[in-house]
C-alpha cells in the first residue's frame, strides 16, 4: 500500500488517493476544487479493472500550502506524484486548467511515463486577448475577476456554480462551494491567474501522443469555440468528442459517459 502523502519542495505535501489495480489512469481537478470532484469517475473506472490516481494540488484539500503556485511549479508537483508512484503507461485526465498543469509537465518532463492524455472541459490554449489573439478575453475583466477573488469569492461562487453542474443536486452545488472557499486563497488567485494568461499554444503543438478532448458545448468557463476546438487544432493526434447540452462540471452531469469514454482510451 503506498503512502497517502509525496513530499514536494520545502517539506510540504501533496495528498494522494490511489484506489484499485490495473492500468493507472491520474485525474487532475480543476480550479479550487480536489481530488474529491473524482470519486464517481474513479469507482466506475476502479469497477473496469483500472487503478485510479488523484491528488490535492498544493494548497487544495489535504495538501499543505506552500504560498506560492505556477504552472511550472504545478508540473514539478505532478513529477513528483508520477516519479513518487513510478508509475508507467499512464493516462493523464485532466478538468479545466488542469490542462496546462499536464502540458506544461510533458513539455518538461517528457512522455515516459504518460501514454495518453485526456482534457475535460480544458481551459486554455490561451485566453487573454492581443492584437494576435483577438477572440480571447480582454485583460481589464480579466483584471476584474481577480479582484471579486481575491475580495468577495463567496459571491462569485453563487454567482457562478449553477452554471458549473446544471440540474445536479442543490447539496453537490453547496459542497463544491464549500470546497473553493477552503482553497487556500493565495494558491487560488496565482493559479487562476496563471490559467488566464498562460500560452500553451506552442507546447500543445508539440504534443506527441493520443489526446481526446472532451468538451461540453455549453460550457460557460470554457466556451468550446475559445478552448476546446482551438486544442483541436493545434494538437497534432488529437480527437474532439462534443457532449452537447453539457456544461463545465461533466463528472457530475454526465458521469457514466465520460468513465466510459476514459476506459475506452486508457486500454
Not at 519542495?9 to 480550479?31: I, M, N, Y
Not at 477573488?149 to 456554480?161: K, R, V
Not at 446544471?166 to 447539496?171: A, F, H, I, K, Q
Not at 494568461?197 to 472532451?214: C, K, Q, Y
Amino acid at each position: 500500500m503506498t503512502a497517502p502523502f509525496i513530499e514536494i519542495e520545502d517539506s510540504h505535501r501533496l495528498f494522494v488517493r490511489d484506489w484499485g489495480a490495473g492500468k493507472p489512469v491520474v485525474l487532475l481537478s480543476g480550479w479550487a476544487m480536489d481530488s474529491r470532484i473524482w470519486a464517481e469517475t474513479m469507482v466506475a473506472l476502479n469497477a473496469k479493472g483500472l487503478r485510479t490516481i488523484s491528488y490535492d494540488r498544493r494548497g487544495h484539500g489535504r495538501s499543505t500550502d506552500p504560498g506560492t503556485a505556477d504552472y511550472d511549479s504545478l508540473a514539478a508537483d505532478l513529477a513528483a506524484v508520477l516519479d513518487g508512484l513510478d508509475l508507467t503507461d499512464a493516462t493523464l485526465v485532466c478538468h479545466s486548467g488542469a490542462a496546462g498543469e499536464a502540458i506544461r509537465y510533458l513539455a518538461q518532463f517528457g512522455s515516459a511515463r504518460v501514454s495518453r492524455l485526456v482534457l475535460v472541459g480544458a481551459v486554455g490554449p490561451l485566453l487573454v486577448a492581443s492584437e494576435e489573439n483577438p477572440s480571447g478575453v480582454p485583460a481589464e475583466m480579466l483584471d476584474m475577476l481577480m479582484t471579486q477573488m481575491g475580495s468577495d469569492l463567496a459571491g462569485w461562487i453563487d454567482a457562478n456554480t449553477d452554471a458549473f453542474a446544471p440540474g445536479t443536486n442543490p447539496r453537490v452545488n453547496e459542497w463544491l462551494g464549500s470546497m473553493i472557499l477552503d482553497c487556500s486563497r493565495r494558491i487560488a488567485i496565482d493559479f487562476q491567474r496563471a490559467i488566464m494568461h498562460t500560452d500553451f499554444r506552442a507546447e500543445a503543438a508539440a504534443l506527441r501522443l493520443p489526446v481526446t478532448i472532451i468538451h461540453g458545448d455549453r460550457d460557460a468557463s470554457a466556451p468550446i469555440d475559445l478552448t476546446g476546438r482551438r486544442y483541436a487544432e493545434l494538437i497534432p493526434q488529437s480527437r474532439l468528442v462534443v457532449y452537447e447540452g453539457a456544461a463545465h462540471g461533466v463528472m457530475f452531469t454526465h458521469a457514466e459517459r465520460l468513465a466510459a469514454d476514459i476506459e475506452r482510451d486508457a486500454r
